[in-house]
């Protein structure tokens, strides 16, 4: 049950108490991982078969340019481990690329049925 939001007086004036909403993580399970593909996501790792740089994955996705939905994929992707960099130790270098990591290959296993 959540609890209410609760507003008191004081001889401050008032306090205002918010109660924090729990955030229920997407369904579709990979090993340890919840997480549900969105359509970039899946795109990005249909695109990883081989390990390949940010431009390229943009070109794929079709896009001229970083676009937020690009980095909050990446930045999904990279959380749940679907996905590495290749030089982890510098993740800005011009040589970056992203790879699968065998979460990542299975994971695109089980979302095309194979």
Do not use: C, W
Not at 7 to 20: A, Q, V, W
């Amino acid at each position: 049950m959540r609890e209410a939001l609760n507003i008191k007086e004081n001889d401050n004036g008032f306090e205002l108490t918010i109660p924090l909403l729990e955030v229920t993580p997407k369904k579709v399970v990979v090993h340890d991982v919840v997480h549900d593909l969105n359509n970039t996501e899946q795109k990005i790792l249909e695109a990883l078969l081989k390990p390949k740089s940010t431009p390229e994955l943009l070109t794929h996705l079709g896009y001229k340019t970083r676009t937020r939905n690009y980095e909050m994929a990446i930045k999904q992707m990279l959380k749940y481990a679907l996905l590495e960099m290749t030089i982890p130790d510098k993740p800005r270098s011009k040589n970056q690329k992203y790879r699968l990591t065998q979460k990542g290959k299975q994971t695109l296993k089980n979302s095309n049925g194979i």
